[in-house]
């Protein structure tokens, strides 16, 4: 089966730093995508990780394991509009296109 | 340089009828696809389409669902007889190629069945 896990909500101080946990597991990996969604608007693109290791992004870092079936999303800084859920998503093998998403980490920010 | 256009943001009807939402991929995607979130629940693969292609409609509901994306205009999904279980957010993403670059989504339709 096919099955992406995260934390349901988080909750964080503003200037701190925050991990957003997922796993994964499914049938072909062609890469992990992050993405944050604010209350009622579009998924906005985050990261991308395809190999082992981290990306860095200004604020925002990825990293993946895949042996592990495992990504985290880093954020520093924060702010009180990082008050939004992160969604994980993996792509499968193929050219079939479909991202397999988990349920999002609603994260709130406070003063 | 406009980003992925979906419409109506809001769409109502009644159980029965027929809904239809509109994406407009961004300029320059050729690839589109489309998404359901139902309420507390996470995004959903339906469809994936290049133009006058289906590609993958292995998320689509076997019955009352279908979609097109036409050599001219927007790609349409179409939900024929809505029942209240349609009541949903469909969100609409673009992508240059069918490759791995990042998907990029719109505004989305909530769709709400009296």
């Known amino acids: 089966g096919q099955n992406i896990d995260q934390p349901t909500e988080m909750t964080a101080t503003e200037g701190a730093i925050v991990q957003i946990n997922c796993t994964y597991q499914?049938?072909?990996?062609?890469?992990l995508f992050w993405y944050q969604q604010h209350a009622g608007e579009a998924p906005t693109f985050l990261s991308y990780n395809v190999l082992d290791g981290l990306e860095e992004k200004g604020r925002f870092s990825s990293f993946l394991s895949r042996s592990k079936g495992y990504s985290y999303l880093l954020l520093k800084e924060l702010q009180m509009k990082d008050s939004a859920s992160y969604l994980c998503a993996v792509k499968g093998s193929g050219n079939t296109g479909k991202l397999i998403f988990g349920q999002g980490t609603t994260l709130q920010v406070k003063p | 340089n406009a980003g992925v256009m979906q419409n109506p943001r809001h769409l109502v009807r009644r159980r029965g009828q027929e809904a239809r939402l509109r994406c407009s991929p961004m300029?320059?995607?050729?690839?589109v696809y489309w998404y359901r979130q139902l309420p507390e629940e996470g995004l959903k693969f339906m469809v994936y389409?290049?133009?006058?292609?289906?590609?993958?409609e292995s998320g689509m509901p076997k019955e009352r669902f279908s979609a097109e994306f036409p050599k001219e205009g927007p790609s349409i999904l179409r939900i024929q007889q809505v029942v209240r279980g349609d009541s949903a957010a469909y969100f609409c993403?673009?992508?240059?190629?069918?490759?791995?670059?990042?998907?990029?989504f719109g505004d989305g339709t909530r769709l709400s069945i009296l």
């Open positions: 389409l290049q133009k006058e292609n289906i590609i993958d």
């Open positions: 499914t049938s072909g990996f062609n890469g």
């Open positions: 300029k320059g995607h050729s690839h």
């Open positions: 993403a673009s992508s240059p190629s069918g490759g791995n670059q990042p998907q990029h």
